[in-house]
């Protein structure tokens, strides 16, 4: 295969290497530092690139560099911890630095005519540094704090630098990866759109041969691209189910109707359920429980409507890698499980469907370019996210029809508003925005009478890959007319605040 191996000693960019890797239109997978030989060398890699962590490479039992990987003679970047993992690896030192570097740092390149020629600034995150360089490696770079601040054996096409390129904070540093990957390691870059509906049609006719095939889909870009894959690769073989669960976005249910029958031209039947969701979630507040309330009422309805149609083996789902990696998927990764996505870890063990995911190891913004190729709408593709348990993670607290109604009249305001001043769609500087239904209630005044009601929360960001997120600098003025319409229109809402937290630290979804 085309590819490269990225190799995750814990760092809280190791996803966001694969995404810049990704970016260059080159194939990468991410495994934990310790997973098998064989599992790596499954896709063939022609080099590997080793993640940051959070450990000290010469700790007693820290994370290593397998055998087998420095035996392959193939190429390797190493980064911060993989930077120091190699040192120790080859034979170099590894100590604590009096001082440590955590920020925006100047290097200054060593030898002329390398990629570093075009870093000045990096983003720095270590306590340690490389203080004696293996046998037949150079220093490449160096800053304020770190004498080898990258450093390289040409001859075996080992490199490591001690910033971290992966991130926007370190301008260029995407070109440096593309570099060491289709430049050193001799990578083609042919994973495009085109590549990836080619693989996935190809992977799904393998797996559910012939047999009928049901698809969960909410209206959203996942679900949506995920059963236009299929639709692709098997055509009337699938049925596309839509269950209104009574959490939905205001009008949704009649705009992915439409969007489906006419646009995707599959076949699309559309269930009531939202007595049965709301009656489930009754008296619940704990977002963990209600995820998998919501996960395996899905999976019930999907049940009950696959008897109809003659019991499909399979069921597709629009989980990408953002999805697997918060919940903590533990064939793939080691990550600390932040929330459970009712489409990863929150569905029933009893279900009576194998899984069909196409998208899986893809990020958000792949989806959207898949989902372009393969003609779907505009309205589809650029649809405002929106999570698989709907309004349930959004209304904290008790999800009662009241509140649940409440919540959806604001959040329509909300993306009124933002759709009029341009901060929605293709190319808007908002990915995602909505509102959330606080389970406090405030003092306030309207007509000169007391009142004591519910706070919303207007929550927007700006991201390219869901994986980290800024929030949105939306005006102060928008904002005004978002709070105005609201406190006046929707019965129950008396006070709206803006969530100004990134992710991280926060998650973008509140629940």
């Known amino acids: 295969m085309n590819s490269i191996a990225i190799l995750d000693f814990g760092s809280q960019y190791a996803q966001v290497i694969a995404r ?14 310790d997973a098998p030989q064989e599992k790596i060398l499954s896709i063939h890699p022609k080099g590997f690139i080793l993640s940051g962590g959070p450990r000290s490479a010469y700790e007693e039992n820290a994370p290593y560099i397998q055998k087998f990987i420095l035996e392959s003679g193939l190429p390797i970047l190493g980064i911060c911890y993989g930077m120091q993992a190699l040192t120790v690896a080859l034979g170099g030192k590894v100590d604590p630095s009096p001082q440590r570097e955590y920020g925006h740092a100047e290097i200054q390149p060593l030898i002329p005519g390398t990629m570093l020629d075009a870093l000045s600034k990096v983003w720095m995150s270590h306590g340690d540094k490389v203080t004696q360089l293996p ?11 770190s004498p080898y601040a990258a450093m390289g054996n040409m001859q075996r096409k080992y490199f490591g630098v001690q910033f971290h390129p992966e991130v926007h904070h370190t301008p260029n540093g995407s070109e440096l990866l593309k570099h060491f990957a289709i430049d050193i390691c001799g990578v083609k870059a042919d994973w495009t759109p085109a590549s990836i509906i080619d693989d996935s049609v190809k992977r799904i006719r393998e797996q559910v041969g012939d047999a009928r095939v049901l698809a969960a889909v909410s209206g959203g870009v996942d679900s949506s691209v995920a059963a236009a894959l299929v639709h692709k690769a098997i055509g009337d073989q699938l049925v596309c189910v839509f269950v209104d669960t009574g959490l939905l976005r205001a009008d949704e249910g009649a705009q992915v109707a439409s969007a489906f029958r006419g646009g995707l031209g599959a076949e699309l039947i559309t269930v009531d359920a939202a007595d049965e969701f709301l009656g489930a979630l009754k008296g619940v507040t704990d977002p963990e429980q209600k995820r998998k309330i919501v996960g395996e009422k899905f999976i019930r309805v999907f049940e009950r409507e696959a008897k109809q149609i003659g019991q499909p083996k399979f069921l597709v789902q629009g989980t990408i890698y953002p999805d697997v990696v918060e919940s903590s998927a533990p064939d793939r990764n080691k990550a600390e499980k932040i929330k459970t996505h009712h489409n990863v870890g929150g569905l029933p063990e009893d279900m009576e469907f194998e899984l069909v995911e196409p998208l899986r190891y893809l990020f958000k913004d792949e989806v959207r370019l898949v989902g372009e190729a393969l003609g779907l709408s505009e309205m589809l593709v650029w649809r405002q996210p929106f999570p698989g348990p709907g309004l349930t993670v959004r209304c904290l607290g008790e999800c009662t029809p009241e509140r649940v109604s409440r919540l959806r009249a604001a959040d329509k305001i909300l993306l009124e508003e933002l759709s009029k001043a341009g901060f929605l769609g293709k190319g808007a500087k908002t990915s995602q925005a909505f509102m959330v239904l606080l389970p406090v209630r405030s003092v306030g005044v309207m007509g ?22 800024d929030w949105a600098r939306l005006p102060f003025d928008l904002l005004a007319k978002i709070s105005s319409r609201v406190v006046n229109e929707v019965e129950g809402i008396n006070r709206v605040v803006y969530d100004i937290t990134s992710k991280p630290p926060a998650t973008i979804e509140w629940e």
């Open 448 to 469: 000169d009478m007391r009142t004591y009601q519910e706070a919303a929360a207007i929550r927007a960001v700006s991201t390219d890959d869901f994986m980290t997120a």
């Open 135 to 145: 046998e037949g490696f150079m220093a490449l770079a160096r800053s304020g704090n």
């Open 20 to 33: 810049r890797v990704r970016e260059a239109q080159v194939y990468c997978e991410l495994f934990p530092w």
